[in-house]
Protein backbone atom coordinates (compact mmCIF):
# COMPACT_ATOMS: atom_id res chain seq x y z
CA UNK A 1 0.00 0.00 0.00
CA UNK A 2 1.54 3.42 -0.74
CA UNK A 3 2.65 5.37 1.72
CA UNK A 4 0.01 8.45 1.00
CA UNK A 5 -2.67 6.00 0.70
CA UNK A 6 -2.08 4.34 3.91
CA UNK A 7 -1.96 7.62 5.84
CA UNK A 8 -5.66 8.12 4.37
CA UNK A 9 -6.68 4.65 5.63
CA UNK A 10 -5.03 5.83 9.05
CA UNK A 11 -7.11 9.24 9.31
CA UNK A 12 -10.32 7.07 7.70
CA UNK A 13 -9.57 4.46 10.70
CA UNK A 14 -9.24 7.33 13.21
CA UNK A 15 -12.04 9.69 12.00
CA UNK A 16 -13.94 6.44 12.53
CA UNK A 17 -13.29 5.73 15.20
CA UNK A 18 -13.94 9.34 16.82
CA UNK A 19 -17.21 9.34 15.20
CA UNK A 20 -18.78 6.59 16.79
CA UNK A 21 -17.26 6.97 20.22
CA UNK A 22 -17.83 9.98 20.69
CA UNK A 23 -17.30 14.27 19.27
CA UNK A 24 -14.58 15.01 22.07
CA UNK A 25 -12.28 16.30 19.94
CA UNK A 26 -9.40 16.34 22.33
CA UNK A 27 -9.39 12.34 21.63
CA UNK A 28 -8.49 12.52 18.55
CA UNK A 29 -4.74 12.96 19.23
CA UNK A 30 -5.06 10.11 21.20
CA UNK A 31 -7.30 7.59 18.86
CA UNK A 32 -5.06 9.16 15.46
CA UNK A 33 -1.44 8.04 17.63
CA UNK A 34 -2.38 4.21 18.74
CA UNK A 35 -3.61 3.89 14.82
CA UNK A 36 0.11 5.46 13.63
CA UNK A 37 1.47 3.04 16.00
CA UNK A 38 -0.72 0.08 15.01
CA UNK A 39 -1.06 0.45 11.18
CA UNK A 40 1.97 2.44 10.54
CA UNK A 41 4.78 0.34 11.95
CA UNK A 42 8.00 1.86 10.48
CA UNK A 43 6.44 4.92 8.50
CA UNK A 44 8.54 7.49 8.49
CA UNK A 45 6.46 10.01 7.61
CA UNK A 46 2.34 10.71 8.78
CA UNK A 47 1.72 14.36 8.20
CA UNK A 48 -1.08 13.60 5.43
CA UNK A 49 -3.11 11.74 8.20
CA UNK A 50 -2.50 13.95 11.01
CA UNK A 51 -3.19 17.22 8.15
CA UNK A 52 -6.03 14.90 7.41
CA UNK A 53 -7.56 14.27 10.78
CA UNK A 54 -7.05 18.15 11.80
CA UNK A 55 -8.06 19.17 9.00
CA UNK A 56 -11.51 17.32 9.44
CA UNK A 57 -11.89 18.25 13.10
CA UNK A 58 -11.53 22.01 12.31
CA UNK A 59 -13.65 22.56 9.94
CA UNK A 60 -16.21 19.76 9.78
CA UNK A 61 -19.05 21.65 10.84
CA UNK A 62 -19.03 23.53 7.37
CA UNK A 63 -17.78 19.87 5.32
CA UNK A 64 -21.03 18.33 7.02
CA UNK A 65 -22.83 20.93 6.42
CA UNK A 66 -21.71 20.95 2.44
CA UNK A 67 -22.53 17.02 2.69
CA UNK A 68 -26.45 17.66 3.97
CA UNK A 69 -26.84 20.28 0.71
CA UNK A 70 -25.02 18.04 -1.80
CA UNK A 71 -26.87 14.51 -0.75
CA UNK A 72 -30.50 16.28 0.61
CA UNK A 73 -31.88 12.88 0.48
CA UNK A 74 -29.73 11.75 3.59
CA UNK A 75 -29.29 13.02 6.70
CA UNK A 76 -25.92 12.68 8.21
CA UNK A 77 -26.78 10.60 10.54
CA UNK A 78 -28.31 7.76 8.34
CA UNK A 79 -25.12 7.76 5.93
CA UNK A 80 -22.81 4.60 7.31
CA UNK A 81 -20.37 5.95 9.79
CA UNK A 82 -17.57 4.96 7.29
CA UNK A 83 -18.89 6.69 4.40
CA UNK A 84 -19.56 9.76 6.15
CA UNK A 85 -16.00 10.03 7.51
CA UNK A 86 -14.89 9.06 3.61
CA UNK A 87 -16.72 11.88 2.65
CA UNK A 88 -15.46 14.33 5.17
CA UNK A 89 -12.00 13.14 3.87
CA UNK A 90 -12.60 13.88 0.54
CA UNK A 91 -14.87 16.97 0.95
CA UNK A 92 -11.64 18.14 3.44
CA UNK A 93 -9.36 17.38 0.56
CA UNK A 94 -11.18 19.40 -1.85
CA UNK A 95 -12.00 22.29 0.14
CA UNK A 96 -9.10 22.93 1.86
CA UNK A 97 -6.31 20.59 0.42
CA UNK A 98 -2.97 21.59 -1.80
CA UNK A 99 -3.94 21.30 -5.39
CA UNK A 100 -0.26 20.94 -6.65
CA UNK A 101 -0.16 18.44 -4.13
CA UNK A 102 -3.63 16.25 -4.28
CA UNK A 103 -5.48 17.51 -7.25
CA UNK A 104 -9.26 17.38 -7.03
CA UNK A 105 -9.52 14.99 -9.55
CA UNK A 106 -7.14 12.86 -7.10
CA UNK A 107 -9.03 13.42 -4.01
CA UNK A 108 -12.14 12.30 -5.17
CA UNK A 109 -10.47 8.80 -6.81
CA UNK A 110 -9.20 8.02 -3.38
CA UNK A 111 -11.90 8.76 -1.45
CA UNK A 112 -13.49 6.06 -3.81
CA UNK A 113 -10.96 4.12 -3.09
CA UNK A 114 -11.32 4.29 0.02
CA UNK A 115 -15.04 3.56 -0.25
CA UNK A 116 -14.50 0.27 -2.45
CA UNK A 117 -12.26 -0.56 0.22
CA UNK A 118 -13.42 -0.05 3.74
CA UNK A 119 -17.75 0.74 2.23
CA UNK A 120 -20.76 -1.13 1.41
CA UNK A 121 -21.60 -2.33 -1.80
CA UNK A 122 -22.87 1.10 -2.75
CA UNK A 123 -20.19 3.05 -0.85
CA UNK A 124 -18.57 3.91 -4.17
CA UNK A 125 -20.63 5.28 -5.99
CA UNK A 126 -22.51 7.50 -3.25
CA UNK A 127 -19.20 8.99 -2.41
CA UNK A 128 -18.29 9.30 -6.04
CA UNK A 129 -21.70 10.85 -5.94
CA UNK A 130 -21.40 13.30 -3.43
CA UNK A 131 -18.08 14.11 -4.07
CA UNK A 132 -18.86 14.91 -8.15
CA UNK A 133 -21.36 17.46 -7.01
CA UNK A 134 -19.77 19.10 -4.94
CA UNK A 135 -16.58 19.23 -7.51
CA UNK A 136 -19.32 20.64 -10.03
CA UNK A 137 -20.27 23.29 -7.79
CA UNK A 138 -16.91 24.47 -7.33
CA UNK A 139 -16.51 25.20 -11.03
CA UNK A 140 -14.34 22.13 -11.43
CA UNK A 141 -10.78 23.20 -10.71
CA UNK A 142 -8.75 21.77 -12.35
CA UNK A 143 -10.75 20.00 -14.70
CA UNK A 144 -8.72 20.48 -18.06
CA UNK A 145 -5.33 19.54 -16.42
CA UNK A 146 -4.61 16.24 -17.84
CA UNK A 147 -1.66 14.22 -16.69
CA UNK A 148 -1.13 13.56 -20.43
CA UNK A 149 -1.10 17.55 -20.62
CA UNK A 150 1.55 17.77 -17.61
CA UNK A 151 3.95 15.56 -19.48
CA UNK A 152 3.47 16.90 -22.85
CA UNK A 153 4.61 20.40 -21.35
CA UNK A 154 7.18 18.65 -19.05
CA UNK A 155 8.52 17.34 -22.24
CA UNK A 156 8.46 20.51 -24.09
CA UNK A 157 10.14 22.29 -21.08
CA UNK A 158 12.73 19.71 -21.11
CA UNK A 159 13.32 19.84 -24.79
CA UNK A 160 13.53 23.87 -24.94
CA UNK A 161 16.31 23.44 -21.77
CA UNK A 162 17.94 21.24 -24.20
CA UNK A 163 18.44 23.23 -27.17
CA UNK A 164 19.12 26.56 -24.90
CA UNK A 165 21.86 24.24 -23.06
CA UNK A 166 23.63 23.67 -27.00
CA UNK A 167 23.68 27.08 -27.73
Same mark, same amino acid.
Given at each position: ?8 ? $?????? +?? /? %? ?15 ? +??? +? ?9 ? /? ?10 ? %? =???? =? ?5 ? /????? $? ?5 ? $? ?5 ? *? ?13 ? =? ?16 ? +? ?20 ? *? @???? *?????? $???? @?????
Amino acid at each position: MANRHLQRS $IALQSL +FE /W %DIRSYQEEKMKEIARRN +FQE +FAVGAKELDLA /WRLTEGVLKHRK %D =IDEL =IVNCAPD /WPLEQ $IAPVDRN $ILRLGVY *ELLYGNYKEVPPKVA =INEAIELAKSYGGANSAK +FVNGVLGTIYREMGEPMKDDSS *E @KRMA *EKNSES $IVGK @KSEKK
